[in-house]
């Protein structure tokens, strides 16, 4: 009987050669991953691109993505959405830079966005919601900086002909939009400072006005935060004597907060000619998150500021909302550091006035 025999030096190959087989999809994988690695370091210590270099990538998929940012906004019934839009009309260069302002649950939740949703970049937030945000993260000072200080919120307390002051509205039920808008934190937030103990509701605004123009459930009043001019009010038809009620501005409101004031040229239909309901306002701001230098996001938020700020008189001119005529590209935000691009660009750019603000 004869026997098959094999060969150690042929068994040791077929071994080596299968274990080859198994390992390489790892070796090649490990490859990869260093080749991509020492591609990132490469890149993130190199200086951003010309703009014109976009137009030089071969790859769509990676050109319209190299310089795209996220621009955390608000909801679609306020200010900042618009002023978003606007900033992305006027700083858009194709491939080489690319603004998407971003429908969200509003300012005051756009500080979550910024920390910690993919692809936000910037944000549009309201000053009086870092001080929560202390609490929860104690180094977030450290994580934004801001890029410009916008414009005011106004504070819209809108109630029913038999209210007549804020005193009256306590203990009945007034509404502060739904949970994450500015109005549900800064307007609870100026009543509980005020002293007035109010049924609360967190109810979408449009919602509640319905109910207030029925009487229904109770609803009493409603509050917006938003930079006014409100299309809710200029658009919506109110029986006679549905109006806003004053708010005094004291010491209570001094830290985060302004006096300012609604007037007739704001809503003809609710205001009358030469009437003007003293009310308070909260900061809005710009902000970036804090990417580390030289990273590519920090790279696409320093083009988008550069584009910005040249370009801000366009948005300052016709067509454009009359809120950009009333900012000043060098006013700040108390507690928070300017992104760096931006005070660069204010040293190069801005008058000595303007740089010592």
Do not use: C
């Amino acid at each position: 009987m004869t026997r098959l025999r094999i060969s150690r030096p042929l068994l040791s190959l077929a071994m080596v050669t299968a274990l080859l087989a198994v390992l390489q999809p790892s070796l090649v994988g490990a490859q990869s991953a260093n080749e991509r690695a020492q591609r990132v370091r490469l890149h993130r210590a190199s200086p951003p691109p010309k703009p014109q270099d976009a137009a030089a990538n071969p790859n769509p998929r990676e050109a319209i993505n190299a310089w795209t940012v996220g621009l955390a906004a608000g909801l679609l019934e306020g200010a900042p959405i618009r002023l978003a839009a606007e900033m992305a009309r006027v700083v858009d260069d194709g491939n080489n830079l690319h603004i998407l302002p971003i429908v969200t649950r509003g300012p005051t939740e756009n500080v979550n966005s910024l920390l910690y949703l993919r692809g936000i970049d910037v944000a549009i937030i309201n000053s009086d919601s870092l001080d929560e945000y202390k609490h929860q993260v104690p180094d977030i000072l450290s994580k934004i900086n801001y890029v410009l200080n916008l414009f005011p919120s106004e504070l819209h307390v809108f109630v029913r002909p038999e209210i007549h002051s804020l005193n009256d509205l306590v203990g009945k039920k007034v509404n502060f939009n739904t949970l994450g808008t500015a109005a549900a934190y800064t307007g609870p937030l100026i009543f509980s400072r005020l002293g007035l103990d109010v049924d609360k509701t967190f109810i979408p605004h449009q919602v509640a006005l319905q109910q207030m123009r029925k009487g229904e459930n109770g609803m009493e009043a409603v509050v917006f935060v938003t930079a006014k001019p409100v299309d809710a009010f200029l658009r919506g038809h109110f029986d006679p004597g549905f109006k806003f009620l004053p708010v005094p501005y004291n010491d209570k409101l001094s830290d985060y907060y302004l006096p300012t004031k609604l007037e007739s040229t704001d809503y003809p239909n609710l205001i009358k000619p030469g009437e003007r309901v003293e009310t308070v306002a909260v900061q809005t701001a710009l902000v970036a998150f804090n990417w580390p230098t030289n990273s590519d996001r920090y790279l696409r938020v320093a083009r988008f500021v550069d584009y910005l700020f040249t370009r801000f008189d366009k948005l300052q001119g016709a067509g454009f909302d009359p809120q950009w005529k009333t900012i000043n590209l060098a006013g700040r935000v108390q507690g928070l550091t300017r992104f760096p691009p931006a005070q660069a660009w204010l040293d190069q750019h801005a008058s000595p006035s303007q740089a010592s603000q």
